[in-house]
């Protein structure tokens, strides 16, 4: 089955596309990737979705056009997947839209809101669409995140030590795959996005992030300031926990600015730079993890990663890439492997990494154009991940 998935992470740069031939071969899931797009968000779109994000105040008639507008943008990135990687055939498309809001209380999660109508998918290629992937597994009383932990696990699983999966989005999370045991996932906090916050408040408005981590790499690190946001409770709870921008966001870092006055905006960068790098380095600690295979957008930061590295001696950082997956495309194909995994009747989440009270299957189907038929239902879950090499894409 060719597979197109799509996502836009919690930096809303814009749309990653991947897609995979995906097939069921015993306790094992194969995956021959078959290319990536990454497709920047038109700016009037992109200030359309930064006008809804928490803390920001927004109307129905926002949140409408938002979803409008990401759905549309999404069918325009499926139907350049279908002819640009699929080679004009494609079976299935899986969108994970672009989350608004992550409702939390109390540690669990009450709700999850992701925009970008899929009827605009299924209508512009008339392939059936999977989406709202979250919802069902917060309706299991979990936590709806990391969902990438299914594809790390599948990847992951049989590796020698305690093997990990670290994703450097706008928010970090790690999945740890321990030897005989259940594995375990959780956001450790953020990697980009209060970065991303104060480049663009340093900045005006002119610059989006740090680049190639060269404003960190010039500043000095403040200990008064560092020491104030990891007292931040979220980094004591346990897991399974999850969080984004609706905690992390431009006030809250100005909020500690005021406490903690630092002399100049690369202090600041480099400041937040390492509370990733500390807090994810925390919980890899606590787990044991002797091999960390790292993607997102913050692999492309070399100073994140240096410091990633200096507080973990002796664990090993490879990419994905490394593994076979590409790291840029990882979510995309994460999402993709969700869809297939929900028509075939398998689950697209684990209970030990999202703390749902059982596993289910993922999302919403949307028929396409066609008469809806779905694959027989798989007759047990695949256990690993097996990559194929790449050959060109025919139609």
């Given at each position: 089955m060719?597979?197109?998935?799509?996502?836009?992470?919690?930096?809303?740069?814009g749309?990653?596309v991947?897609?995979?031939?995906l097939t069921?071969?015993?306790?094992?899931?194969?995956m021959?990737?078959l290319?990536a797009?990454?497709?920047?968000y038109p700016?009037?779109?992109?200030?359309?979705?930064a006008?809804v994000?928490?803390?920001a105040?927004?109307?129905?008639y926002?949140?409408?056009?938002?979803?409008?507008?990401?759905?549309?943008a999404?069918?325009d990135?499926a139907?350049?997947a279908?002819?640009e990687l699929?080679?004009?055939?494609?079976?299935?498309v899986?969108?994970?839209?672009?989350?608004v809001?992550?409702?939390?209380?109390?540690?669990?999660?009450?709700?999850?809101?992701?925009?970008?109508?899929?009827?605009?998918i299924?209508?512009?290629?008339g392939?059936?669409?999977?989406?709202?992937?979250?919802?069902?597994?917060v309706?299991?009383?979990?936590?709806?995140?990391?969902?990438?932990?299914?594809?790390d696990?599948?990847?992951?699983?049989?590796?020698?030590?305690?093997?990990a999966?670290?994703?450097?989005?706008?928010?970090?999370?790690?999945?740890?795959?321990?030897?005989?045991?259940d594995?375990?996932?959780?956001?450790?906090?953020?990697?980009?996005a209060?970065?991303?916050?104060?480049?663009?408040h340093f900045?005006?408005?002119?610059?989006d992030?740090?680049?190639?981590g060269?404003?960190?790499?010039?500043?000095?690190e403040?200990?008064?300031?560092l020491?104030?946001?990891?007292?931040?409770?979220?980094y004591?709870m346990?897991?399974?926990?999850?969080?984004?921008?609706?905690?992390?966001?431009?006030?809250?870092?100005l909020?500690?600015?005021?406490?903690?006055?630092?002399?100049?905006?690369?202090?600041?960068?480099?400041t937040?730079?390492?509370?990733?790098?500390?807090t994810?380095?925390d919980?890899?600690?606590?787990?044991?993890v002797?091999?960390?295979?790292v993607?997102?957008?913050?692999?492309?930061?070399?100073?994140?990663?240096r410091?990633i590295?200096?507080?973990?001696?002796?664990?090993?950082?490879?990419?994905?890439?490394?593994?076979?997956?590409?790291?840029a495309a990882?979510?995309?194909?994460?999402f993709a492997v969700?869809?297939?995994?929900?028509v075939h009747?398998?689950?697209?989440?684990m209970?030990?990494?999202?703390?749902?009270?059982h596993a289910?299957?993922?999302?919403?189907?949307?028929?396409?154009?066609?008469?809806?038929?779905?694959?027989?239902p798989?007759?047990?879950?695949?256990?690993?991940l097996?990559?194929?090499?790449?050959?060109?894409?025919?139609?």
């Open positions: 060719r597979v197109i998935g799509l996502m836009s992470g919690t930096s809303y740069d749309i990653e991947a897609a995979a031939e069921l071969a015993g306790d094992a899931l194969v021959r990737p290319g797009l990454s497709l920047p700016e009037e779109l992109r200030a359309g979705i006008a994000l928490p803390p105040p927004a109307t129905a926002d949140l409408c056009r938002v979803d409008t507008g990401v759905g549309r999404f069918a990135a139907v350049r279908v002819s699929c080679g004009g055939a494609a079976d299935l899986v969108s994970h839209g672009q989350t809001y992550h409702w939390v209380e109390d540690g669990a999660v009450r709700g999850t809101l992701q925009l970008g109508q899929p009827a605009w299924a209508e512009a290629t392939l059936p669409v999977v989406s709202d992937l979250r919802s069902r597994d309706a299991a009383g979990g936590q709806g995140a990391p969902l990438v932990s299914m594809l696990t599948l990847l992951l699983r049989g590796r020698q030590g305690v093997p999966a670290l994703n450097l989005g706008g928010i970090a999370n790690v999945t740890v795959v321990p030897p005989g045991g594995p375990v996932a959780f956001d450790t906090g953020p990697a980009n209060l970065l991303d916050a104060a480049v663009r900045s005006g408005g002119v610059g992030f740090d680049a190639d060269r404003g960190a790499a010039a500043g000095q403040n200990r008064g300031l020491a104030a946001l990891l007292a931040d409770p979220y004591r346990p897991a399974p926990k999850s969080t984004g921008k609706e905690r992390f966001h431009l006030p809250y870092l909020e500690a600015l005021a406490a903690w006055p630092v002399p100049g905006p690369e202090d600041v960068l480099a937040l730079t390492r509370l990733t790098a500390v994810v380095a919980a890899c600690r606590a787990h044991g002797t091999e960390l295979v993607s997102g957008g913050g692999l492309r930061n070399p100073t994140m990663m410091m590295a200096g507080e973990l001696p002796g664990v090993r950082l490879p990419s994905s890439d490394d593994l076979g997956v590409p790291s990882k979510e995309a194909l994460a969700l869809g297939f995994l929900t009747g398998l689950p697209g989440q209970p030990s990494c999202t703390g749902a009270r289910t299957p993922l999302g919403t189907v949307m028929p396409g154009r066609a008469p809806l038929r779905l694959p027989e798989a007759a047990v879950p695949p256990r690993v097996r990559i194929a090499a790449s050959p060109p894409v025919r139609g």
